[in-house]
C-alpha cells in the first residue's frame, strides 16, 4: 500500500484539477432528463446517450462512481508526436435542433481531448453524469467508490498486484472490483492511456446497459454486478479500420447519409466539432483507423492541400487512439506529371512514392499507410505495366516502410478480359501470389467472392494464402441491401461469415474465417491481423442515414475487436444503449435485428441468388437486365433462370468455383443435398421441380421465399408498433416511417421477381400465392436516374 501511496502522490491533480475542470466543463452540460420520458432525440448521440437510469440501477451504478481518479491525466503527452492541436470553431451541427437537446448541445460543444487519458476522464464523467444526474468528481486520492484509471506508467504500484497485465497487449484493458489503500474501487487498468480509453468506455457500456459478463457474448448479473467486475479484454486483430468511400468534392460513393462527414472544403483551418464525436463513437468500439477517402481515388489526395486538410483530421482523432490513412491512385505520379510512368518497377516511379512517403509522415508523424484498389473496375494499377499485384504493392510498402506504414492492398479484382466466373477471378489472381508480399502488407478480401450481396459464401481465398495477412472487408453501408431505409442488421451477416469453418469436413482443426484472421500470417517477422469496414457514416444529423443503420456500425466495431462475439449480445447491448435498457424493449428490438436481414435476404436474393438488383445505383428489383457491356454485370448471368431451371452451377460440370475451397467444404458445395438451402442457387442451376428439403418443388419454394420476406417485413413493422411506449416519440416515429417504406419495397422486390421468373418458367403460380400486383413491363418501367450514392 506504501507503494501505492507513492505512487499516486506525486501526481498534481489539485494542479490540474481546474484547468481540467474547465475543459470538461464544456463537455457536460446539466444531465439530461429525457429518453422515453419527454424531450426530442434524433439520433445524434448514437449509443453514448447515458440517459439516466432508473432509481434502482441509479443506487447501484453510484456506489461505483463517486470520484475518478487518474494519475497522469493532465501530464500525459498527446499519444502521437504531433502537436496538441488546437481546434477552431467549425461548423456545429444544425442549430436548431442542436438547442432542444442538452447531451447534443453538449456533445457540439466539446471540445477534443489532448490525450486518451484525458479523453477517457472526460467521457466518464459524461457518462455517469449522464446516467446519474451528477456528474462524478476528479478526485486527487482514492476513496471509495472511485474509478482509478492507470497504467503500470502513472501508478508503478499496478506492477505488484498480480494482474497480469502483460496479456493485454497495448490495447486491450482489465476491469476490476479492488481494493485500493484499502478502499474499495473499481480499478480500469491497461499498458497504455488508450488501453484506459477502451476500458473506459466498456464500463460505461456496463453501467448503461447492466450487461455485465463476457464482453460481447451477452451479459449477465444486473448493475449490481458492477461492484464484483473482472473482466480483461483485449482485441484480437490488430488494424480495425473504417473505409470511407468518400470523395473530394463530398459526395461519398455508395452513401445514403448525406454528405462525406469530412468537409473538405473547409479543413484544414476548419475542423468540424462532429470529428471529435465521431472520434468517440469510434474509439468506444476499439475502431483504430480510418482510411479519409475513397478508394476509387484521385491523384490529388496525395498533393500538399489535401495532405495538410488529411493532418488536421489526424490531429483531431489522435488522442482517441484512431490513426489516419488514405487511399492512393496507382498511377497518382503519372497523373501529377512527375513520372513518365507508374510501373512499379521504374526507379523513378519507386524514389517518388518514397518521397510522397517521407513528406506525408512529416505532416502526419503516425500516418497508417495506403488503401489500394488497382486494376479492378477501371482503376490503374501494375497489370497496366504488365507487373503482378505483389509487385505493386511491395513498391508502395518499401516507402512506406521506415515511417512503419502498411499497405492495405484490396484483392476485389475482375478484369475484362476474363470470361471466367467472375466469383474465381480474385483468388485466380492472388493464390499464386501467396509469399510474395512485403511484411508491411495485407491483402484486404471482400466477405464474399462477388460484391456485397444480401448473402455470400465466405470468400474462398481465407484459409487458401497461408503466407499473407489477409484483412477481411465488410460493407456496413447497405449498397445492396436496401440503402439506409431498410432494416437490415448485418451482424448476423457478419457473424455467419467469420463463423464459416473453411476447414469444414477436410480433416484436421477447424479454421473459421475468425480463426484465419486472428492468426494472421508470419512474414518477414511480422505478423498483421486486421478488418475493414466500408463506412455508412455521413453528415445527416443520426449519421449512418437511420436509427437503424447506427447498429451496423456498432456490430462492425465490437466485432473487430472480437470476431467471436455473438450478434444478438451485441444487438442487446447496442439496443439497451440506443433505445432503451428496458428490458422488454430490449428483447423486442432484439428479435426485430435477428430477423430483419433474413428477411432482405427472402424478398430480394433467396435461396443463394445474388446481384439482381438495378443497374448502376443497385436500388430495387432488375432480374431481367441483359444487356450491359460485361456479360458479369447483367443480372441474368448470375441466376441464368430459364424454362428448365434456374442458379449458376459452379461445380464441376459448371464454372468449377467450388474447387477454390478446400476439399471438405469443395465437396458439401459440390452436391445441391448437402449445400446449405440458402446458398444452393449460388452453386447449382436446378430444375424448376428440384425437390426441396420442405417437400415443396424449387419453383414453389422460390415463391414461398418471396412471400416470407414480405411477411417478415410486415412484422417488423407489427413489432416496432408495440414498441411505442418505450421509444421517444420522434425516433419511433422516424423508424415506422422506414419500415413502412420497407414494407412497400419489399412487396415491390417480391412482385418484380416472381413476374419475371414466372416470364420465364412459364409455370403457374400455385393456388394461394398471390399474383404481382403490376404486369412485368411496369416494373421494368422503373427508372431511377437519381438515386443517391453513385459517387
Ligand atoms: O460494390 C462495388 C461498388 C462500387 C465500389 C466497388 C469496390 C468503390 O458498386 O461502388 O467502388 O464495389 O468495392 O471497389
Not at 508502395?396 to 502498411?406: D, F, R, V, Y
Amino acid at each position: 500500500m506504501r507503494r501505492l501511496l507513492k505512487a499516486l502522490a506525486p501526481v498534481p491533480v489539485r494542479v490540474f484539477a481546474p484547468v481540467f475542470a474547465a475543459l470538461l466543463s464544456l463537455c457536460v452540460l446539466a444531465a439530461p432528463a429525457h429518453g422515453a420520458s419527454g424531450a426530442v432525440e434524433d439520433g445524434y448521440d448514437l449509443w453514448l446517450r447515458y440517459r439516466p437510469l432508473d432509481k434502482a440501477a441509479r443506487e447501484q451504478v453510484r456506489a461505483v462512481a463517486t470520484a475518478i481518479v487518474a494519475p497522469g491525466a493532465a501530464a500525459a503527452a498527446p499519444s502521437g508526436s504531433a502537436p496538441a492541436p488546437s481546434v477552431a470553431a467549425g461548423s456545429p451541427p444544425p442549430a436548431g435542433r442542436v438547442a432542444a437537446l442538452p447531451s447534443a448541445a453538449a456533445m457540439a460543444a466539446g471540445a477534443p481531448a489532448a490525450t486518451p487519458l484525458q479523453a477517457a476522464v472526460a467521457e466518464l464523467q459524461r457518462g455517469f453524469g449522464g446516467l446519474l444526474g451528477k456528474e462524478p468528481p476528479l478526485a486527487a486520492s482514492v476513496q471509495d467508490g472511485a474509478v482509478v484509471l492507470a497504467t503500470p506508467a502513472s501508478m508503478p504500484a499496478l506492477s505488484g498486484m498480480g494482474l497480469k497485465l502483460e496479456t493485454l497487449g497495448q490495447e486491450g484493458y482489465l476491469l476490476r472490483s479492488t481494493r485500493l489503500q484499502g478502499r474499495k474501487v473499481t480499478l480500469v487498468a491497461a499498458n497504455s492511456d488508450t488501453g484506459l480509453l477502451y476500458g473506459a468506455f466498456a464500463l460505461l457500456r456496463k453501467a448503461g446497459t447492466g450487461m455485465v459478463g463476457t464482453d460481447g457474448k451477452g451479459g449477465k448479473g444486473g448493475p449490481a454486478a458492477l461492484s464484483a467486475l473482472d473482466e480483461r479484454s483485449a482485441p484480437k486483430l490488430q488494424l480495425r479500420v473504417l473505409n470511407h468511400w468518400d470523395n473530394l468534392d463530398r459526395t461519398v460513393e455508395r452513401g445514403y447519409a448525406g454528405e462525406s462527414i469530412w468537409n473538405w472544403w473547409a479543413l484544414p483551418e476548419v475542423r468540424d466539432r462532429r470529428y471529435v464525436d465521431y472520434a468517440r463513437a469510434n474509439a468506444s468500439l476499439g475502431i483504430n483507423g480510418t482510411v479519409l477517402n475513397n478508394v476509387n481515388s484521385k491523384p490529388d489526395i496525395l498533393t500538399a492541400p489535401w495532405i495538410a486538410k488529411a493532418a488536421a483530421v489526424a490531429d483531431t482523432l489522435r488522442p482517441y487512439g484512431i490513426r489516419v490513412y488514405l487511399s492512393a491512385r496507382f498511377s497518382t505520379p503519372l497523373e501529377l506529371g512527375a513520372t513518365k510512368t507508374a510501373d512499379p518497377l521504374d526507379p523513378a516511379v519507386a524514389a517518388w512514392w518514397k518521397a510522397k512517403a517521407d513528406e506525408i509522415y512529416k505532416t502526419i508523424p503516425d500516418f497508417g499507410g495506403f488503401l489500394v484498389k488497382a486494376n479492378s473496375e477501371g482503376q490503374p494499377g501494375p497489370q497496366d505495366y504488365h507487373r503482378s499485384h505483389a509487385d505493386g504493392a511491395n513498391m508502395l510498402a518499401k516507402a512506406l516502410a521506415p515511417h512503419k506504414g502498411i499497405v492495405m492492398w484490396r484483392a476485389f479484382v475482375y478484369a475484362h478480359e476474363k470470361p471466367d466466373d467472375r466469383a474465381k477471378q480474385a483468388y485466380d489472381e492472388f493464390k499464386p501470389l501467396d509469399g510474395t508480399f512485403d511484411a508491411n502488407v495485407l491483402v484486404q478480401v471482400k466477405n464474399g467472392a462477388i460484391d456485397f450481396q444480401p448473402r455470400e459464401p465466405a470468400h474462398p481465398l481465407f484459409g487458401a494464402m497461408p503466407k499473407t495477412p489477409l484483412m477481411m472487408e465488410f460493407q456496413i453501408t447497405k449498397e445492396y441491401l436496401g440503402y439506409a431505409t431498410h432494416l437490415a442488421y448485418l451482424g448476423t451477416m457478419y457473424q455467419e461469415t467469420l463463423g464459416t469453418d473453411m476447414r469444414t469436413g477436410s480433416g484436421g482443426a477447424s479454421a473459421t474465417v475468425a480463426q484465419i484472421l486472428e492468426a494472421g500470417a508470419q512474414q518477414g517477422g511480422s505478423r498483421l491481423t486486421g478488418i475493414a469496414g466500408v463506412a455508412n457514416i455521413g453528415s445527416e444529423r443520426n449519421w449512418s442515414g437511420s436509427h437503424f443503420d447506427q447498429a451496423n456500425w456498432y456490430a462492425f466495431g465490437r466485432l473487430a475487436w472480437n470476431p467471436q462475439a455473438d450478434a444478438r449480445a451485441l444487438a442487446r447491448e447496442w439496443a439497451a444503449q440506443t433505445f432503451s435498457p428496458e428490458p422488454a424493449a430490449v428483447a423486442q428490438i432484439t428479435d426485430m435485428m435477428m430477423m430483419s436481414r433474413e428477411a432482405v435476404v427472402n424478398y430480394m436474393t433467396p435461396l443463394g441468388l445474388h446481384h439482381l438488383m438495378g443497374t448502376g445505383h443497385h436500388h430495387g428489383p432488375a432480374p431481367w437486365v441483359a444487356n450491359l457491356e460485361r456479360p458479369d454485370w447483367n443480372p441474368v448471368y448470375y441466376h441464368r433462370a430459364d424454362k428448365g431451371g434456374i442458379g449458376f452451377d459452379r461445380t464441376a460440370g459448371g464454372s468449377n468455383a467450388v474447387a477454390q475451397y478446400a476439399p471438405g467444404l469443395a465437396r458439401q458445395y459440390a452436391d445441391p443435398r448437402t449445400t446449405p438451402e440458402t446458398m444452393l442457387l449460388w452453386f447449382h442451376h436446378l430444375p424448376w421441380d428440384y425437390k426441396m428439403a420442405s417437400g415443396r418443388k424449387l419453383w414453389d419454394e422460390l415463391l414461398a421465399r418471396y412471400d416470407s420476406g414480405v411477411a417478415q417485413a410486415d412484422e417488423l413493422r407489427q413489432r416496432w408498433a408495440k414498441l411505442k411506449p418505450f421509444i421517444d416519440a420522434r425516433r419511433h416515429e422516424d423508424v415506422a416511417v422506414l419500415l413502412d417504406k420497407q414494407y412497400a419495397e419489399a412487396v415491390w422486390w417480391r412482385d418484380a421477381s416472381i413476374a419475371y421468373f414466372q416470364s420465364v418458367s412459364g409455370l403457374p403460380l400455385p393456388a394461394g400465392v398471390k399474383a404481382p400486383g403490376m404486369p412485368l413491363d411496369y416494373y421494368k418501367s422503373l427508372k431511377f436516374p437519381y438515386a443517391p450514392g453513385r459517387g
